[in-house]
């Protein structure tokens, strides 16, 4: 079955870097669209970005220019560079994963409903 763990996690200052990295087991990642999304206090879990199996990425706009996704195959693991951090950026950033989804601004109910997904990890940027 797979399953996801995210990484990377932490406190940052405003304007700073940080990169998150979701890695998979009990199966490879080939196969599978991985979406990254994240959760505020008191807000509903939104999608940011997702890269498909043919690396075509998608972002939205509150991170665009700012967040980059890679996937490493071999390693079964996807990345999620961040910078230029702001306070808004602070939540719990999940990854997801469905097998051959399309990414895009309607693809957040798909990852939500058929999705296997992490524990969630915390980044705190303070102002």
């Known amino acids: 079955q797979l399953r996801f763990k995210e990484s990377g996690g932490g406190l940052v200052q405003t304007g700073g870097s940080l990169r998150l990295a979701c890695t998979a087991s009990g199966s490879t990642l080939d196969d599978y669209s991985i979406a990254w999304f994240r959760q505020a206090p008191g807000k509903e879990r939104e999608g940011i970005s997702c890269i498909q199996t043919d690396r075509t990425t998608y972002y939205d706009d509150s991170v665009k220019g700012r967040f980059t996704v890679s996937r490493d195959n071999a390693k079964n693991t996807v990345h999620l560079q961040m910078n230029s951090l702001k306070p808004e950026d602070t939540a719990v950033y999940y990854c997801?994963?469905?097998?051959?989804?399309?990414?895009?601004?309607?693809?957040?109910?798909?990852?939500?409903?058929?999705?296997?997904w992490g524990q969630g990890t915390h980044v705190t940027v303070s102002s």
């Open positions: 997801a994963g469905v097998g051959l989804a399309l990414c895009g601004p309607n693809s957040d109910r798909d990852f939500l409903l058929r999705g296997a």
